[in-house]
């Protein structure tokens, strides 16, 4: 049964920093693993989508690494903004077949000024 | 503005009442999803609908009672819930194929008195 990990539960950064959010799952046939970003109280908005045959993607100042072998996704934020708080999810696809992807309890960040 | 707008954004109900959350999403896609987030808790995937046909239903209680009448709205009927159904309900629409990046609306806030 696929399990998807997200630690720290929560993590506190002066602004600028460069900084790294984990993500642990527990089976490596993966179909893909998004990450996605909440704001208190409302929905989730997309990121970046990794595909199993991928290994990065990016956009702006964020970068996601796939390493299915070991089972770990990183998000990487570049020049940590206070607009960055928010909670960070990861979820897992997994391979076709399936339209339930597996979430973590995600990443509480918060950027201080 | 995401794509997917869901209405009322809170309901507050006591368990004896029956109400309806709506979702509708404007970006063409085939599928559409009901999740529940409950505090320190994953997402928990409650419906899916493909091209209007139910996909998946993860053993949710008989009260939650999901409907799709076309490939754009999505409906959730809820009757004689329990407090611990308290909960941010989000529905996200997805298209199938190697680009399935979900897209959530901004949720129902629910608290069950």
């Known amino acids: 049964k696929q399990e998807v990990t997200q630690i720290p539960a929560a993590l506190s950064v002066p602004e600028g920093e460069n900084l790294v959010l984990n993500c642990s799952f527990t089976?490596?046939?993966?179909?893909?693993l998004q990450w996605f970003r909440q704001d208190p109280g409302k929905g989730l908005t997309s990121l970046l989508l990794?595909?199993?045959?991928?290994r990065e993607q990016t956009s702006g100042r964020l970068n996601a690494s796939l390493d299915k072998s070991s089972g770990r996704s990183t998000l990487y934020i570049a020049a940590s903004q206070p607009g960055d708080s928010a909670t960070y999810l990861c979820a897992v696809k997994p391979p076709s077949g399936t339209y339930k992807y597996i979430f973590g309890t995600g990443t509480r960040l918060k950027v201080l000024a | 503005e995401t794509g997917v707008t869901q209405t009322p954004r809170h309901l507050v109900m006591g368990m004896t009442n029956k109400k309806s959350l709506k979702c509708e999403q404007h970006l063409g896609h085939n599928a559409m999803y009901w999740y529940k987030q409950s505090a320190k808790k994953p997402l928990e995937l409650m419906f899916v609908?493909?091209?209007?046909?139910?996909?998946e239903n993860n053993s949710v209680p008989s009260r939650f009672s999901p409907e799709c009448p076309n490939s754009s709205h999505l409906f959730l009927h809820l009757h004689t819930l329990q407090p611990e159904d308290s909960a941010l309900y989000l529905c996200?629409?997805?298209?199938?194929?190697?680009?399935?990046?979900?897209?959530f609306g901004s949720g129902t806030q629910l608290s069950v008195l």
């Open positions: 996200a629409s997805s298209r199938q194929g190697p680009d399935e990046k979900l897209f």
């Open positions: 609908y493909s091209l209007e046909e139910r996909v």
């Open positions: 089976d490596s046939a993966i179909y893909n």
């Open positions: 990794i595909q199993s045959s991928q």
